[in-house]
């Protein structure tokens, strides 16, 4: 099976950056109004930052020069009550934007999650948990100064540099063309460093999630880990993780670095050649000393704003391969889904019929687990599922919930095909139970009721005295209101199956499917935990992979998989005087128990 690790970087799609930043701006474009009103201030901002050279030029070429002190005070009074209104427009469309870019990552990080939870096993197969964080928390993160900015500095930068370019060609279009003499050097050079640095900036967010999902995977496995005693090599890969995330780090800030560099020169030979062709070649005298000060200042206010358009570019190019990611996990296609014209599954019996089904994990067609496999199981039946390591038992029952879908063949439960029916009316039927007993955080009475969020007080208190869970939960320091954690150390693996098996009670499957669990447990709770899986399947159609003397001998039917094929089925009883597969692998494990 193909599997990214935690060492390897994530392989993406190329796609045209513009591409990916349209649809990026697409999400702020659902706000049209609020925007509307944004540029609406940032225009008169603007407009109030621009008027301000010139009335620098009126004060000293009109009024100093006349001595005309009462016209500089209404001047004074004007430029006062500008600055109050470029204030509070200031602070008005900092927060309008600060709105919109919030609602824009919660809608992206919502259809992530939405997405995420519609995707196939074969998507969690594929890849470490840490690197599905990575997206749905940095990547999303990273994508909010590119979105407020593109908005708050963008549109007026790009308003100032069109406004004071116009009013310096205006005034003396040889000045201007003199300032702006460097500027198509600075527009090319930006291009050529954006190409490294954009795939410096990939490879930093792939080192990002490889760190991601190390230390996911190393604070999940951390009981493993200290058992082992292998902090020091998990330490030393932490610190290779880290080292690379740090690298990569570095090397996209340093090329990152150089759009500022870049500014700065061109900044600079552009306001030499201002001087130089404004003193020496047009000469000083033909130019106002007004005009000279009002050219210096919107040479600065000219350069000021290129220099936030190129950091501004440079955080799109530190950022689109965030924006990459994001797309990329929305493009996944759901590969199990409800079919279109897909109807309902009413209430069944629970008549479970595989019709030559066969079945490859998508990693590796060209290798099927399951071949030609045939059977038909009556309502109320428990199968019990045995057969070596590997066989295919796990297969066989994620296919029923139709986790994977066959690859050939067809499953019918009460002769409706699992691909015609939707999803949640299929799944909603079933009951699936795995070894590894997961717990969510809260309380006790939240895990039982998490399949029936609806159900009675005294619904979820019948269903935990069925499965014998009642009598320990009372015994818990708040009973059903005990609030567990996910790994819930203050439960033994016994108590855990227990509760499980409340929660499956509660949501009375037709159909129910069991990972047995083989791990040691008290005999007292052993025989706790045989009692409740009984009464699990009590009237209901059920598969158990079963390690279990119990559950096997006191199953309908036995299929002993191996060999992509089901080799023997039948009672213990019969099984056992066939003296085939199943007689071997009974006499081998059982015998000693
Ligand atoms: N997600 C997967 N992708 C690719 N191959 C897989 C996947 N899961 C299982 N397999 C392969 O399919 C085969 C059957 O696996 P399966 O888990 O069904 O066996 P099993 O009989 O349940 O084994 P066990 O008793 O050890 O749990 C194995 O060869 C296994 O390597």
Same mark, same amino acid.
């Given at each position: 099976? &193909?599997?990214?690790?935690?060492?390897?970087?994530?392989?993406?799609?190329?796609?045209?950056?513009?591409?990916?930043?349209?649809?990026?701006?697409?999400?702020?474009?659902?706000?049209?109004?609020?925007?509307?009103?944004?540029? =609406?201030?940032?225009?008169?901002?603007?407009?109030?930052? +621009?008027?301000?050279?010139?009335?620098?030029?009126?004060?000293?070429? $009109?009024?100093?020069?006349?001595?005309?002190?009462?016209?500089?005070?209404?001047?004074?009074?004007?430029?006062?009550?500008?600055?109050?209104?470029?204030?509070?427009? $200031?602070?008005?469309?900092?927060?309008?934007?600060?709105?919109? $870019?919030?609602?824009?990552?919660?809608?992206?990080?919502?259809? =992530?999650?939405?997405?995420?939870? /519609?995707? !196939?096993?074969?998507?969690?197969?594929?890849?470490?948990?840490?690197?599905i964080l990575a997206r749905v928390i940095g990547d999303v993160n990273s994508l909010k100064d590119v979105l407020s900015d593109s908005?708050?500095?963008?549109?007026?930068?790009?308003?100032?540099?069109?406004?004071?370019?116009?009013?310096?060609?205006?005034? &003396?279009?040889?000045?201007? +063309?003199a300032a702006l003499l460097t500027l198509p050097f600075l527009v090319a050079g930006m291009f050529l460093i954006q190409i490294s640095a954009h795939k410096l900036w990939q490879i930093h967010r792939k080192k990002n999630s490889n760190l991601n999902a190390f230390i996911h995977e190393s604070f999940s496995g951390i009981r493993i880990v200290q058992s082992f005693a292998a902090e020091p090599e998990r330490q030393q890969d932490f610190e290779r993780c880290a080292m690379e995330y740090r690298d990569s780090f570095i090397d996209a800030v340093r090329i990152g670095d150089t759009f500022g560099a870049l500014v700065e020169i061109t900044w600079g030979v552009g306001g030499f050649l201002l001087y130089f062709i404004g003193i020496r070649i047009i000469g000083a005298d033909e130019i106002g000393i007004g005009t000279f000060l009002a050219f210096s200042t919107y040479l600065g206010m000219f350069w000021s704003p290129i220099r936030n358009l190129s950091s501004f570019y440079n955080k799109i190019v530190t950022n689109i391969s965030a924006a990459e990611r994001i797309f990329d996990i929305l493009d996944t296609p759901a590969e199990i889904t409800s079919l279109p014209g897909s109807t309902a599954l009413p209430p069944v019996k629970g008549e479970v019929r595989f019709e030559h089904v066969s079945f490859a994990y998508p990693d590796e067609p060209d290798k099927p687990v399951l071949e030609n496999i045939s059977f038909t199981v009556q309502p109320g039946e428990t199968i019990a599922l045995v057969g070596? $390591?590997?066989?295919?038992?796990?297969?066989?029952?994620? =296919?029923? !919930?139709?986790?994977?879908?066959?690859?050939?063949?067809?499953?019918?439960?009460?002769?409706?095909?699992?691909?015609?029916?939707?999803?949640?009316?299929?799944?909603?039927?079933?009951?699936?139970?795995?070894?590894?007993?997961?717990?969510? /955080?809260?309380t006790v009475r939240e895990n039982i009721c998490y399949g029936k969020s609806d159900a009675t007080e005294e619904e979820m208190i019948i269903a935990a005295k069925a499965v014998n869970a009642h009598d320990f939960i009372m015994k818990m320091e708040h009973g059903y209101d005990t609030v567990i954690s996910e790994r819930s150390s203050q439960l033994s693996i016994g108590q855990r199956q227990l509760l499980a098996f409340a929660r499956t009670m509660l949501s009375d499957p037709r159909i129910l499917i069991l990972d047995e669990a083989t791990s040691s447990i008290d005999t007292h709770t052993e025989l706790l935990v045989q009692s409740g899986i009984a009464a699990m399947l009590q009237n209901r159609t059920s598969f158990i992979i079963a390690h279990r003397l119990s559950t096997i001998r006191g199953a309908s039917r036995i299929f002993y998989v191996d060999g992509k094929q089901i080799l023997e089925s039948g009672s213990h009883e019969e099984l056992m005087a066939k003296k085939g597969a199943y007689y071997r692998l009974y006499q081998s494990q059982f015998e000693c128990i």
């Open positions: 099976m &193909s599997v990214n690790s935690v060492r390897e970087d994530e392989v993406m799609h190329d796609v045209p950056k513009t591409a990916t930043l349209l649809r990026l701006y697409r999400y702020l474009f659902a706000y049209k109004k609020m925007l509307a009103a944004v540029a =609406l201030l940032l225009l008169v901002t603007l407009f109030i930052t +621009l008027a301000t050279p010139l009335m620098i030029e009126l004060a000293i070429d $009109t009024y100093v020069a006349n001595s005309d002190a009462a016209g500089l005070c209404r001047l004074a009074a004007v430029g006062l009550l500008l600055f109050l209104v470029h204030m509070v427009c $200031t602070r008005c469309w900092m927060r309008m934007m600060a709105d919109v $870019t919030n609602k824009v990552l919660l809608t992206i990080r919502s259809q =992530l999650y939405e997405h995420i939870q /519609t995707l !196939s096993f074969h998507f969690f197969d594929s890849r470490p948990t840490g690197k908005v708050t500095k963008l549109l007026p930068d790009l308003l100032t540099v069109a406004g004071v370019a116009c009013i310096m060609l205006v005034k &003396s279009w040889r000045l201007a +063309l070596p $390591t590997g066989a295919g038992k796990t297969t066989i029952v994620s =296919l029923i !919930s139709r986790f994977y879908d066959v690859t050939d063949g067809r499953i019918c439960i009460d002769g409706f095909d699992t691909r015609h029916v939707t999803l949640e009316s299929l799944r909603r039927q079933m009951g699936v139970m795995t070894q590894d007993t997961f717990l969510f /955080t809260g």
